[in-house]
């Protein structure tokens, strides 16, 4: 093949134009958006749920967790590109039972848009809170009971089986299968741990309603919460506060468990117009943390907060009046 420049003639061999072919497709190529071959993805609103989701999934799928460490579930939101990650999703698997109150909507409009959605509260035989504030209304926190979540385990395994293109289902149910061990050894410690508390000193107060399934679980009873509500988005009034006083002086608390990703300001001032002696003691209940800042993990978390309850209730079986005297700091 020949052809001209100018008054000049050239000889252009196939090699040549091979190459010239291949030369702009090279440049169109590096013109072009790069082709995104994503993982197959599962979204995860909030960061417990997605540690647990996790340990299922493995490898085997890009797994998004949307709430940051340290978060509160009740009002967290989110930005306009997690948005379109939660609508372009293979799977998400969301907490259900009301919890994720600022994010449901987004939740909403994806699956009416056809993303299989998986609301695993509903499917762990969930308690309804027993308070007067909150009576009937599902109670979210169904992760404090380990045994619910060895539950929930084989229900997001079911569904990442089912939903996520690519994901090997024998790892998979493999990798549920192991996590599931690791649960019951978790329920079994914990229930040693709980062992060495009396039974009439098991009482609990909160600084919101959180703890109900640990507490059927292990033989607790809950006295009340500083925020009568199962959200700590929620307010205490002046009686609320001189009720749960009176019932923490009645039952002997020498403890009330506030929060660690809150300010325990309002535990604070019940322990105030209390006349106990009593202690604030942090709990992670609502968020894992940063690694390294004593919840990074389900597992981690519920070790923290069994050891945190055990101690707290087991260092002293009565509560101290100490009306018109110094007050302990905790």
């Not at 907490?95 to 699956?111: F, K, P």
């Not at 079986?317 to 100490?322: E, G, N, Q, Y």
């Amino acid at each position: 093949m020949t052809h001209r420049t100018g008054a000049r003639w050239h000889t252009v061999t196939p090699a040549t134009v091979l190459a010239l072919v291949g030369a702009v497709l090279l440049g169109l190529t590096a013109c072009a958006p790069a082709i995104d071959a994503e993982r197959p993805g599962v979204v995860v609103p909030t960061n417990i749920l997605g540690d647990i989701t996790r340990e299922i999934v493995g490898d085997q799928a890009e797994v998004t967790v949307l709430m940051k460490p340290g978060a509160d579930p009740h009002s967290f939101g989110i930005s306009a590109p997690q948005a379109a990650t939660v609508e372009q999703a293979d799977l998400i698997v969301y907490n259900g039972l009301g919890l994720e109150e600022n994010i449901l909507r987004h939740v909403e409009a994806a699956r009416e848009a056809g993303v299989p959605a998986l609301a695993v509260g509903d499917g762990v035989g969930p308690l309804t809170y027993a308070s007067d504030d909150m009576a009937g209304r599902p109670d979210p926190h169904f992760w404090t009971d380990p045994t619910r979540v060895r539950a929930a385990v084989r229900l997001i395994a079911d569904q990442v089986t089912e939903h996520v293109d690519g994901a090997d289902a024998s790892t998979v149910r493999a990798n549920a299968a192991r996590y599931d061990t690791r649960l019951a050894g978790l329920s079994t410690w914990m229930s040693g741990r709980f062992a060495a508390i009396p039974a009439n000193k098991r009482n609990l107060v909160t600084n919101h309603h959180v703890f109900g399934y640990l507490a059927r679980r292990f033989g607790f009873r809950v006295i009340g919460a500083v925020i009568p509500s199962g959200t700590t988005l929620a307010s205490p009034s002046a009686s609320d506060l001189k009720s749960l006083a009176t019932a923490i002086e009645t039952a002997g608390v020498p403890a009330i468990f506030a929060d660690s990703s809150q300010p325990d300001r309002l535990a604070q001032v019940l322990k105030q117009e209390s006349d106990v002696d009593v202690r604030v003691l942090p709990l992670f209940s609502e968020s894992l943390t940063e690694r390294g800042k004593g919840a990074a993990s389900y597992l981690e978390m519920m070790r923290a907060n069994t050891a945190a309850i055990a101690d707290g209730l087991g260092a002293s079986t009565t509560a101290r009046p100490t009306a018109g005297t110094e007050r302990k700091t905790p």
